[in-house]
């Protein structure tokens, strides 16, 4: 298992727990769900995954969405250096 496919397990964990103790508990837990799909939308922009980060840090190998773990300003910095080397171009 590398670090996308455990990501992609614990979002799909975490939105069902939410919709199982919506169910149970109390419709508020439907919030947990929403988190977990905004979390989802998110690092498929930006690339950035605290879980990923976490499972990295456990010992499981990069996968292709996640391949190595960048801080925000590293990958500000490199986005930077990308565009400005598109316009000396």
Do not use: H
């Not at 979002?11 to 919709?19: D, H, K, P, R, T």
């Not at 919030?31 to 980060?53: D, E, K, Y």
């Not at 996640?66 to 080397?85: D, E, I, K, L, V």
Request: proline share 6%; hydrophobic share 50%; glycine share 6%.
């Amino acid at each position: 298992m590398n670090v996308d496919r455990a990501v992609f397990v614990f979002a799909g964990c975490v939105v069902l727990i939410g919709i199982a103790l919506s169910q149970t508990v109390s419709p508020w837990w439907l919030v947990l769900s929403a988190f977990a799909g905004v979390n989802m939308i998110q690092a498929a922009f930006t690339r950035f995954c605290p879980a990923a980060m976490v499972f990295k840090a456990l010992g499981l190998p990069p996968g292709e969405a996640f391949p190595r773990s960048r801080t925000y300003s590293q990958s500000r910095s490199a986005a930077s250096a990308t565009t400005t080397r598109g316009k000396e171009l």
